[in-house]
């Protein structure tokens, strides 16, 4: 099919399409620009205040920002709106990157610096411009792309390496037999492909790990 084929197959509004999404990349990157040492936390909407996680979110999160960093999250509830609440409470700043989408997720009442988004692909790439780690609680779909996503992007070399954590041994102890177990074993990925990103408990062992990778380093 030609080109012109294509575009005259396509609703007319489409190629107007592009101008929102740049639109989206200069609020964001107007919006984010003087943040220059932020770690972004994910993890399920769906857990509530009492379970664990939740906590140690909110703990992670407070320490983080109490050693001078921003702390952004997708601006939703749950594991999201706790690590906004820590960060908050710590005085540092708390940032939310809401998605529009069917389901409407509203923005947690402990972000103080909300941006809001229509694209998903858009909304990653400020997190991974403007994060200086990655910390994953346990959770589900969105969670999981959002950890692949940035595992895949250090693997393949199109970003620098960072920190990336998850955070749950016990829960995420399947995933990991799986990865050894069938990708390794099929030589899908390599054992080294397996260092990317550790997996801790105790939120003042991730500041360290964080703190330790950019020492080493000699990053900031």
Aim: glycine share 8%; with cysteine.
């Amino acid at each position: 099919m030609s080109e012109k084929n294509i575009m005259d197959k396509l609703p007319i509004e489409e190629p107007w399409r592009v101008f929102r999404i740049m639109s989206e990349f200069v609020d964001g990157f107007e919006s984010l620009h003087k943040v220059e040492k932020a770690v972004s936390i994910f993890g399920s909407s769906r857990l509530k205040k009492s379970h664990k996680y939740y906590r140690m979110a909110r703990k992670t999160a407070e320490i983080f920002a109490k050693d001078g960093y921003s702390v952004i999250t997708g601006a939703g509830e749950g594991i999201m709106e706790a690590a906004n609440m820590g960060a908050k409470k710590a005085g540092g700043e708390s940032i939310g990157l809401n998605i529009t989408i069917p389901l409407e997720q509203k923005i947690n009442n402990y972000v103080t610096m909300p941006l809001e988004f229509r694209y998903f692909f858009v909304r990653k790439l400020m997190f991974a411009k403007y994060s200086k780690a990655f910390i994953a609680f346990p959770g589900g779909f969105g969670t999981l792309d959002e950890f692949f996503e940035m595992v895949a992007l250090i693997q393949t070399q199109r970003i620098d390496p960072f920190p990336v954590v998850l955070v749950g041994r016990d829960f995420w102890k399947g995933l990991m037999g799986w990865l050894r177990t069938r990708c390794l074993k099929l030589g899908a990925i390599s054992e080294e492909d397996l260092n990317i990103f550790a997996i801790l408990d105790d939120p003042k062992k991730i500041l360290s790990f964080v703190n330790d990778f950019y020492a080493n380093t000699g990053g900031s």
